[in-house]
Each structure stands twice: as structure tokens, then as C-alpha cells.
């Protein structure tokens, strides 16, 4: 009953029960931060707009992407990931989402930060639709833990369209 | 990339989904994620959209790969929805990198098998270790199987002294 392979037992038993339940409450923190980020989208240029040689249309833009995403960060977030991603709706799909741009954030003081860039991504419709197209920019982020659920949010920016020719 | 374990549990819901997880093995992982971290992976009727993170089998290739939507496209009325995956530090995305079958283009419906919702660190060293070193594996069995062995029978002693 009371011998070194019983405690042992008992005792790796209770250190793994001690570990798991320690991994729930921290990821439980997290919920407890209400984050307040902010988040500024220009699209400061249209570069060219064309149709590629398979026939779907493409586009490239320059951007200012600004935010401040520092209230996101808990002590339990190992990095942020965060991209902007076009939005919009055609005849054939009710939605689509192009990702621009993306970074990993690894700290919280790297999560203010602004970058004046053309899109990391080619914006390539699956089609050519993009002639007059409206769309949304949307910059998302996906917080994740050191331990426990992810948490995602977003700040949707409106109101943008495209040249109504080819450029 | 990483390769499933067969722990299947039943997620408490009330239609039983399976939650499966997966050991990252890769000491530079495509998402950023330390070698020996255990994510959790579940699958259900939510929409696929740009961001999330999803497992998915391509014919022809027998590990799974975790990457991250970046591109969706779902047509009208829900018929069909195209998607595209690239792991966070890949240059390049799933269809340029190669990662995709030979012509394919896209993901659909049918080659997703899941979507990561959390992690564990550290956890699946054990797994990684155990698979790595398959010495480690026999050894821990020989020595479990020795202490069974030569462990005294206490309930034996027991009953041969009401005897």
C-alpha cells in the first residue's frame, strides 16, 4: 500500500491532474482581457488593374496598414497573427476573402505598428470581376496562447472600390 | 506539418464530435509553433473562412498538413467553396509551394478534416520521443512488464491466511 511504486504512481497521477487543470485556468485568463485595439486602413494607391492571360482579373495596391494591437497580449500569448484581407461579393460567389497582408507579432511592444506596403499577396479574383468592384478591408488577428484556446477578432474597414477599367 | 496521433475523444457534445489532436514534430514549424506542442483540432458546421487554421489530406500524401486559410472563395447559396492555405512563414502558399496534388488549385469541403482551436505545450514530447528512439519504447515496456513480474501478490497472501 505504501510502496515507491504506488506513490510514484499517485504522484506523476497528481502532477499531470496538477498540470492540465493549471493549462485550463490559464487559458480561463484569457477571457478576462477585454482588448481595445485600434486599427487604420488606407488604400493610398491602385497600382495596375489587369486581366491575367487564364483570364481572372488581378489587382495590386499600395497601403498604409496602422494599429495598435498591445491590448490583445495577455501573459499567456506566445505570438499574434494578423493579416488584412479584401472582401467583397460577386455574381458567382456570395463571398470572398483575399488575404493582402500578413505578420506574426511575437511580443506586445511590437503590436503598434504601422507599414506603408504594396499587398504581400496578389489579389487575384477567381474570375474578372474586380472592375468596379466595392469591397471591405478587413485587418484581422488571431491571438495565440502559450497554452489553451485561440482567440480571433476583426475591424472591418468599408467603402473602397476599384478602378471601373482595366488600369 | 506533423502527423495525427489516434487519440480520438469524444468532445461532451451532444452529437459526440471527435476531437483529435495533433503533435507538432517539426523543429521549424509552418505556424510559428514550438516542436513538442499539442494543438487541438475540431471539426464542425461553422463556415470556413480566411484566417482560421485547418488540417487537410491530399490525395497521394500521406501526412496531413496544418496550415492557414488565406484565401475563400463560397459561391451562391453555399454550393461550393474553394479555399487556399499557406503556412504563416511559408513564402510561398500551398499551391505554388507544391503542397497541393499536381493541377490542384484549390481545397474544398471534402479535403478539410478539421480546424485548430487550441494548444498544450510541451505534451507531446513524449510521443516525439517515443517514436523517435523506438529503443525508449521497448525498454519502458520491458521494465513495466518486469515490475508486473516480480510485484508480490498481496490479496494471494491475504487468502492463505483465512485458510
Known amino acids: 500500500m505504501h510502496s515507491f511504486g504506488y506513490r510514484l504512481n499517485v504522484l506523476l497521477t497528481q502532477a499531470v491532474t496538477l498540470l492540465a487543470l493549471m493549462c485550463v485556468i490559464a487559458s480561463l485568463s484569457d477571457t478576462l482581457n477585454v482588448p481595445s485595439p485600434s486599427a487604420d486602413v488606407r488604400v493610398l494607391h491602385i497600382n495596375w488593374l489587369h486581366k491575367q492571360r487564364n483570364g481572372n482579373d488581378e489587382v495590386s495596391l499600395t497601403m498604409n496598414i496602422s494599429a495598435d494591437l498591445r491590448s490583445t497580449f495577455t501573459w499567456n500569448t506566445k505570438q499574434v497573427f494578423v493579416f488584412l484581407a479584401a472582401e467583397y461579393e460577386t455574381e458567382k460567389n456570395h463571398l470572398n476573402q483575399i488575404s493582402l497582408w500578413d505578420a506574426i507579432i511575437p511580443s506586445k511592444e511590437q503590436a503598434k505598428f504601422s507599414y506603408h506596403t504594396i499587398n504581400k499577396y496578389r489579389f487575384t479574383d477567381q474570375g474578372n470581376n474586380l472592375r468596379g468592384q466595392e469591397y471591405n478591408l478587413t485587418l484581422h488577428w488571431h491571438v495565440m496562447p502559450k497554452t489553451g484556446k485561440m482567440f480571433s477578432d476583426k475591424v472591418i474597414t468599408t467603402g473602397y472600390r476599384l478602378p471601373e477599367t482595366y488600369v | ?163
Open chain 2, 1 to 163: 506539418m506533423g502527423f495525427i496521433k489516434d487519440a480520438m475523444q469524444p468532445a461532451g457534445s451532444l452529437r459526440a464530435r471527435p476531437l483529435l489532436t495533433q503533435i507538432i514534430t517539426l523543429e521549424e514549424d509552418p505556424l510559428n509553433l514550438t516542436q513538442g506542442d499539442i494543438l487541438f483540432l475540431h471539426m464542425n458546421e461553422d463556415p470556413i473562412r480566411a484566417g482560421d487554421i485547418v488540417v487537410f489530406n491530399i490525395k497521394g500524401k500521406t501526412i496531413p498538413v496544418v496550415h492557414r486559410v488565406i484565401q475563400v472563395h463560397e459561391q451562391q447559396n453555399n454550393k461550393e467553396i474553394y479555399v487556399l492555405t499557406k503556412g504563416d512563414i511559408n513564402k510561398k502558399d500551398d499551391r505554388l509551394g507544391g503542397i497541393y496534388g499536381s493541377g490542384q488549385l484549390w481545397l474544398q469541403r471534402q479535403h478539410i478534416m478539421g480546424r485548430a482551436i487550441g494548444f498544450l505545450p510541451y505534451e507531446g514530447w513524449v510521443t516525439i520521443v517515443l517514436t523517435e528512439n523506438p529503443i525508449v519504447k521497448y525498454v519502458l515496456i520491458g521494465a513495466l512488464s518486469l515490475v508486473l513480474i516480480t510485484s508480490k501478490d498481496r490479496g494471494a497472501k491475504q487468502n492463505s491466511r483465512l485458510v
